[in-house]
């Protein structure tokens, strides 16, 4: 099995890709959202479209348990509960239409799932706080943002740019934005892993045993993430993960 997990990854330079977005990871659950996002192109480049998608959950969740344990008195639970059951709708969406697609749309749906974050983002950042305020407090936001987020986890784990773009409109301090975050993912990602197992066959346990050798990277990653957090001035902390959003959408468009 472990020949197999080897396998996966053929390349020193594979092995080396594979550990950084390990850390990357690491580092966007306990603080720097968004950075996450930067591996969904990377991981694509190392293991296909759907199949990354498999590979990488794992991987995701043992990050998500960093995090939740780290931020386990911060996170607000009334906005988890705001996006969850549309979430949930989104993502069987998500399950659904995958078995019907191949891997080159695929990938298109996955950059198309962060540029509709980003174009919402651009969007409230254009609006004066009046017309922001207003569009927050619309009983629809949530539930459109929750399907949003939903169906772009399911397609490519690539919910991060919605959901920054949902917490920062809530003007959440950047402790709260990690922890909220930090647990909502985890409960997404808990409930894919059967979903993936199961429907798409896309979970392995040579996958599984990649994913544990990345382990001491993502705590690494998590320490990181851990000490920008507190010294990333809040303005910079909302201008860093726009960046890191934009980024990312571009390297998946053009890789």
């Not at 190392?46 to 043992?62: D, E, H, N, P, Y």
């Not at 950042?125 to 949003?148: M, N, T």
């Amino acid at each position: 099995m472990l020949s197999e997990s080897l396998a996966l990854i053929g390349s020193p330079q594979g092995w080396a890709l594979y550990f950084c977005c390990a850390m990357l990871i690491g580092m966007s659950k306990t603080g720097i959202q968004n950075v996450g996002t930067l591996t969904v192109p990377l991981f694509v480049l190392l293991f296909g479209a759907k199949q990354s998608t498999g590979i990488v959950l794992i991987l995701l969740c043992f990050a998500d348990l960093i995090a939740v344990i780290y931020y386990r008195k911060a996170f607000l639970w009334s906005e988890v509960k705001k996006l969850l059951p549309m979430s949930l709708i989104g993502l069987f969406t998500g399950l659904f239409l995958g078995q019907f697609i191949d891997d080159k749309l695929f990938k298109i749906l996955m950059g198309a799932c962060i540029i509709v974050g980003i174009i919402v983002m651009l969007g409230l950042e254009r609006s004066s706080k009046e017309r922001q305020d207003r569009l927050v407090k619309h009983k629809a936001y949530a539930p459109f943002f929750g399907f949003i987020l939903g169906f772009s986890t399911m397609i490519g784990n690539a919910a991060g740019p919605a959901l920054s773009v949902y917490m920062l409109s809530k003007r959440l301090d950047k402790y709260t934005f990690a922890a909220t975050s930090a647990w909502f993912i985890m409960l997404l990602n808990l409930t894919k892993v059967p979903l993936q197992a199961f429907v798409w066959h896309n979970l392995s346990w040579a996958g599984f045993y990649l994913n544990v050798m990345a382990i001491p990277f993502i705590l690494l990653g998590g320490i990181i993430g851990i000490r920008l957090v507190k010294i990333l001035p809040e303005k910079l902390f909302r201008y860093l993960i726009m960046g890191l959003v934009l980024t990312s959408a571009m390297l998946l468009i053009l890789l």
